[in-house]
């Protein structure tokens, strides 16, 4: 049912996963397990999230191989220095009780703050280690890609950035598809925001689908890697769905044309730490 994406580093990433922004930690254990139950194979996390040991207790308790499951952490904002970036990760390995990461990712740029390119050089160190089985960056915009790659040579194997139909990133996904960068859309539904825009409503409504469903088809569609999160079962079941949606080439159309380049997150040249 989910498509399988080919990664840079020779692996590949399933299609549809199971975000745990704000999921706390008291909630995260019962919602991963229920996700692995319902058949989802793939689940992105972060240090930042604050639920990395929750999400291994889940990977733990589901009895499931550990290459069935991919499985996605990020370094956090404080931790980009280099020694500072080899101990997060060793804590995320740690907390998430597993010998490898299947994709490591510098959460945000940090770009005025930060030299994301040493960042960047320490997780290819990691990568070389073969404990993160593929490196990747999130909320990176067009220059901070050129610039990584111009100085490593290694090419990020992911971007994750939001997307979703009131900020639908053309041109950054069309870069990604020049540099050969799988694109991650996080906060898929606008966390909510574009579920009862009327023209998503009236495709749900022709389709029988429900507008979460026809805003994941919508993305599954376009080719980008989601991951959206829920801590109800019945949601969660319903997400994975979409999976089995084909929207036609009008209706993928029409959701195009919501686009008003409208974040519902923070913009990548805002987040600095300190
Ligand atoms: N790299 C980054 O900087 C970054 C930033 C943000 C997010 N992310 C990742 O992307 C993942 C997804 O983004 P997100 O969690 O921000 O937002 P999202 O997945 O777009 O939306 C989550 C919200 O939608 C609700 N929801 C989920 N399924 C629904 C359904 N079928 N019908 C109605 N409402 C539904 C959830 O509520 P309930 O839980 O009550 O169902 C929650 O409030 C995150 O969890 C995280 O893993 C990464």
Known sequence: MVRSIPLRGGTSIPQFGLGTYKLAPEQTQRTVEAALELGYRHVDTAAMYGNEREVGLALAASGLARDDVF?????????????????AFERSLDALQ??????????????HSTDYVATWATLI????????RAIGVSNFQPDH???????????????????HPYLSQDPLRALHAGLGIVTEAWSPLARGKVLDDPVVEGI??????????VVLAWHLRRGDVVFPKSTHPGRLAENLAATTIDLDAADAAALDG????????????HVEWP
């Open 125 to 132: 160190e990691i990568a070389a280690t073969g404990r993160a």
């Open 258 to 269: 919501l686009n008003r380049d409208e974040r519902t997150g923070s913009h990548p040249d």
């Open 71 to 87: 499985v996605t952490t990020k370094l956090n904002n404080p931790d980009h220095d280099p020694d500072a970036a080899r101990a």
């Open 98 to 111: 597993l010998d490898q990461v299947d994709l490591y990712l510098i959460h945000w740029p940090l770009a």
């Open 204 to 213: 749900a409504a022709r389709l029988g689908a429900t507008p979460a469903q």
């Open 145 to 163: 890609l050129r610039r990584i790659i111009d100085a490593t040579g290694v090419t990020p194997a992911v971007n994750q950035v939001e997307i």
